[in-house]
């Protein structure tokens, strides 16, 4: 067997993550299972490159990070959806962008719809979505500092000009997150099944973006 380098190994290591944790769930994946379908002989290759479990899941969702960063952060530039949230601009209402906010949210996100490994990566991702720290402002390491977590504060600055009160505000944005991750999900397992989904993909995305908004925009629950 062909030697190969450090990061070389930690390549073969995050590919065969990518498909044991996605077809097998992150938890039910056993790291054997890993180390031999990356062609690895020691059995503690997980362990020395990554530390753990936690840290190979970590590394694998870093890699779907930085590939969506790399849609979402020129797209947020381009619209200056991050701009001044106090500048409401001619639109008068500060929650009017609202919509839009989801949309770039959606089109980064879909963006890994396109391979295998970005389908795979959507299942997984799919499993830790109550890993975020939505619900506590506070990132995941993979997500503090990243155009993603910037448009989620967005997202939750708009819910609180609406009048939400933080703690709905904070449980509705993450079940709205959650609702993005299953979709996206799900349309990941058909393409990688070969089943044919019951939308095309812009129909699927725009039906995506308005249920999603509209979750959001529910009125406040009276009288609870």
Known sequence: MARTSGPETREKLIRAAEELFAAQGVDGAQLRDVVARAGQANPSAVQYHFGSRAGLLDAVMAGRQSRTEQVLAPLLDETGL?????????????????????AAL?????????????RRCLRISAQLSHESGVRTRTPHPTLAGTAYWRLIERMADRLAAGGLPEPLLLERLDLALTVVGAAMADRARQYLDGAEPLTDEPLFLADLVETTTALLRAAQPRNV
């Open 106 to 118: 959606v089109t980064a996100e879909a963006g890994e719809l396109r391979t295998d490994r970005g």
């Open 82 to 102: 991050l701009d001044d949230p106090s500048d409401a601009g001619p639109r008068g209402d500060p929650g009017d962008d609202l919509a839009q906010l989801v």
